[in-house]
């Protein structure tokens, strides 16, 4: 696994689309190896905007493992989201418990090697911008089959 390559390429990444004035309000990229023992543990390989503690990603890779999305919901930091939306290698959610008028979101995307959990502040606008940028950064890490 290239880690400068990944690292270079999050940072440069993360400066032009996570914060205010972005599409992104926060960013989590998750080391992930769905064909690996189920022992082996997912860790945070970069974050952006937000904190995320062990348990909260352990609880959030259980629900990604056991393929939840249609049953359950799922929480990334304080906040609750329901899946909205499903597709072969990404899904998109809406938070439930937010006090944004314009509401909140998360586009979660899976490449070969991670996990990235883009949020974003608003609606259907935002959302798209979101998933542009997301799809920027994964499109990425897929040249180099991460």
Not at 14 to 19: D, E, K, L, P, V
Not at 115 to 144: F, H, N, W
Request: charged content about 20%; some cysteine; glycine content about 8%.
């Amino acid at each position: 696994m290239d880690w400068a390559y990944v690292h270079k390429t999050w940072d440069k990444w993360a400066s032009t689309n996570i914060g205010s004035g972005h599409p992104l309000k926060a960013a989590l990229l998750i080391n992930y190896d769905p064909t690996g023992p189920s022992r082996l543990l997912s860790t945070i390989a970069e974050q952006e905007g937000i904190k995320v503690d062990v348990i909260e990603l352990r609880h959030f890779m259980d629900f990604i493992r056991h393929n939840k999305l249609q049953t359950e919901s799922f929480e990334i930091g304080s906040n609750q989201y329901l899946v909205t939306s499903i597709h072969e290698n990404w899904f998109g959610a809406r938070c439930i418990n937010t006090s944004k008028p314009a509401g909140e979101g998360a586009i979660v995307m899976q490449t070969a090697a991670y996990i990235l959990v883009a949020i974003y502040e608003g609606s259907i606008g935002p959302a798209s911008c979101a998933m542009a940028a997301a799809d920027q950064l994964t499109g990425q890490l897929g040249r180099k089959n991460l």
